[in-house]
């Protein structure tokens, strides 16, 4: 059990995808209970994955769900990547490239993404791994048993300053929101 996947989920359909408004009251409700559906039965130990950088805005959604979840469930949750100790495009590879996982254990990667007009501003719940830095043209291996994203901006070419200034507002309502 690795925490690098090998089928990347964004080549086929996903099985179980929810949408959801990111500031909505019961956005942690509908949260939970998506992935109450994706953990299988029989899971011992999950891993939360918050990819991003605490540098920027618009990427610090990973790491500010990590800060808010380090140490809350340490006999069920181990929690990777924080504001203290963020995993970004330069520091994910070497800090996972030998981790090998107990069996039963299963892997939610968090991180903030780029979308389509139609479902910015929302929290995407899915089946399968995701790609970190894919909208910035990065590189990177797919990580995770399912995904929890946040879309904070339009995917468009001139993004990436854009990131910068994304709405901290945005990112901590989203956070507390999936952490809760």
Not at 1 to 15: H, L, V
Not at 63 to 76: A, I, K, R, S, W
């Amino acid at each position: 059990n690795n925490i690098y996947k090998q089928n990347d989920m964004d080549t086929r359909i996903s099985m179980l995808e929810e949408i959801i408004p990111y500031s909505h009251k019961l956005a942690p409700l509908f949260i939970r209970n998506t992935l109450y559906n994706l953990i299988p039965e029989g899971t011992e130990h999950i891993y939360v994955v918050g990819i991003g950088s605490n540098l920027i805005n618009g990427d610090s959604l990973g790491p500010f769900v990590g800060t808010l979840l380090q140490d809350m469930y340490p006999n069920h949750l181990t929690v990777l990547g924080n504001l203290k100790s963020p995993l970004d495009a330069t520091t994910i590879v070497p800090r996972f490239s030998g981790i090998t996982l107990p069996n039963n254990s299963f892997v939610v990667a968090i991180d903030s993404v780029l979308g389509s007009q139609g479902i910015v501003n929302t929290i995407v719940v899915r089946e399968g791994s995701l790609r970190p830095g894919v909208g910035l043209g990065r590189n990177l291996p797919a990580i995770g048993d399912c995904s929890v994203m946040g879309v904070v901006l339009e995917n468009d070419p001139a993004v990436e300053s854009s990131l910068f200034y994304t709405n901290l507002h945005l990112i901590y309502t989203m956070a507390t929101n999936i952490a809760k």
